[in-house]
């Protein structure tokens, strides 16, 4: 887009996003929510709409929707209704999906993006969460000229967040959807896979001319499963839409998909109001109704989520930076990992330099995650022990670290199996001072006639002989005493 154009036109953003709730079963029967399974294994009369088959509720999706309301700062109602939303694909076999409408399971909320020059912060409005059921999979590519279903995801327990159209940007677009991810991360609803479809994201988006208020025409990007994705597609269809309008066009309500190879949104069909979906009460479910008891133990049981958590690290851990603090806090299994280190360890800054160095580097390498990561806290916070307490050297507790990701071991036992305890007597380090300058005589008859610079290179030297056991304090000591005539 020229900036012309794009300073001409303003981006108005609203998103939907449909999430799938932890559970063991689907939403309305005891068919496994497993990923993976053979086609049409996970299925049953109520996921097939098998005529008399009728539909039971899964209290522990229910939960799991109140949760990330709370979570979200939504206002849980203590009734909702669940309703029939009739369209016809190959994938839902029903003809209908059942989900909620007029009266959802939670309105209102806000998500934090940021903070402005001021302090104050930039908020995004959640307008309503409601619960349903997903349909199945429409497979295109698996035989030729045939479309295969696969309903093992019919039925399965979603939840739709649906904001307000309060961004202006495709940055701030990717910042939303960060921080609720991060959101329903903390308190576990969901694994927020995007590669398994656990994750998806339908986005609004419209253009106007800045200044105005009314809204533009809008169109809907569907089913984006990364938020590189969002965003790219953001600006590729603001920059057709302002086009469109530049022009003198209209632009049409339409549901877009986006093409990634060619980097462009293409039309898929107009896209439907409410009123196409022909919403009525499903006959089978009677009206969700939710203690307000059961609502409060629900908040109190709510973890630390990740705004206050970044707060109280600024606070308790002074020498961490703020870039230290967003790392540690942009996952919940990480922040965990990072306190036990922390406080069996007793040095927060210690304990975060590996964390962002060491255990990232490995967890990126090896496809680990932090909740399954073969080296546990007290064995990290163990291994730095050995490091402050001079039992072992830095090179040589990296070396140890390198062990206790293949095999889990405590990092004593492995310094000890392999001889990593740090050397500290005369004798031993004198021998390899020796053989260092025997091996290197140049640089030893420079250092000994006072070059001091050199000492670092020697004391390199013997490191590298010790396989990282010399003590470099003593060696230091040792080296001294050889410089101007010494011995």
């Avoid at 969460?129 to 698996?142: F, N, Q, Y």
């Avoid at 988006?205 to 809907?220: D, F, I, P, Q």
């Avoid at 163990?382 to 062990?403: E, M, P, Y």
């Avoid at 025997?438 to 002989?465: D, S, T």
Wanted: aromatic share 6%; hydrophobic share 40%; proline share 5%.
């Amino acid at each position: 887009m020229t900036p012309t154009l794009a300073g001409r036109y303003e981006m108005v953003v609203g998103l939907e996003v449909h999430v799938q709730l932890n559970t063991r079963t689907k939403a309305f029967c005891g068919c496994s929510t497993n990923f993976g399974a053979p086609p049409n294994a996970n299925t049953c009369p109520v996921c097939l709409a098998l005529p008399g088959a009728l539909p039971v509720l899964n209290a522990h999706a229910t939960e799991l929707a109140v949760r990330a309301a709370l979570a979200l700062g939504c206002t849980v109602h203590t009734t909702s209704v669940f309703a029939r939303k009739n369209y016809f694909y190959p994938d839902l076999p029903k003809g209908y999906q059942i989900s909620q409408f007029d009266k959802p399971v939670a309105t209102g909320g806000r998500v934090r993006i940021g903070t402005r020059a001021d302090g104050s912060p930039i908020e995004i409005g959640v307008t309503r969460l409601h619960m349903e059921e997903d349909a199945g999979k429409s497979i295109h590519d698996r035989f030729a000229g045939v479309t295969a279903v696969d309903l093992n995801r019919a039925g399965v327990p979603l939840i739709e967040i649906v904001s307000e159209p309060d961004m202006r940007s495709a940055e701030e677009a990717g910042a939303y959807l960060r921080a609720l991810r991060q959101i329903l991360d903390y308190v576990r609803v969901s694994d927020l896979s995007m590669e398994e479809g656990s994750l998806r994201v339908d986005a609004n988006v419209s253009a106007r001319l800045r200044g105005e208020m009314a809204l533009g025409t809008k169109t809907e990007i569907k089913n984006l499963n990364s938020f590189s994705f969002v965003e790219r597609a953001l600006d590729a269809e603001f920059a057709r839409q302002c086009a469109v309008l530049e022009r003198g066009g209209v632009v049409e309500q339409q549901t877009m998909l986006w093409d990634a190879g060619a980097g462009v949104v293409r039309p898929a069909r107009t896209k439907e109001g409410s009123h196409d979906y022909r919403y009525f009460p499903e006959p089978d479910l009677p009206p969700l109704v939710l203690d307000r008891e059961v609502i409060d133990a629900i908040e109190r049981a709510l973890p630390e989520l990740p705004d206050a958590r970044r707060a109280r690290y600024r606070k308790l851990y002074s020498d961490l930076t703020d870039y230290d603090v967003g790392v540690l806090t942009a996952g919940v299994g990480l922040g965990d990992y990072f306190e036990h280190v922390a406080r069996a360890h007793g040095d927060a800054k210690t304990a975060a330099n590996w964390i962002l160095g060491e255990v990232l580097a490995v967890l990126k390498t090896t496809g680990q995650t932090i909740d399954h990561f073969t080296v546990r806290p007290a064995d990290l916070a163990a291994l730095l022990d050995l490091v402050r307490d001079g039992t072992i050297s830095r090179t040589a507790a990296k070396q140890v670290f390198g062990t206790m990701v293949k095999t889990g071991d405590p990092p004593a036992s492995i310094a000890e199996r392999e001889g990593l305890f740090k050397v500290t007597d005369d004798a031993s380090l004198s021998t390899w001072i020796d053989e260092v300058c025997a091996e290197h005589p140049n640089e030893a008859e420079r250092f000994r006639a006072g070059e001091r610079r050199l000492q670092g290179v020697i004391v390199g030297y013997v490191m590298k002989k010790s396989g990282g056991r010399a003590d470099p304090a003593r060696l230091n000591q040792l080296l001294a005493g050889r410089t101007g005539g010494g011995t």
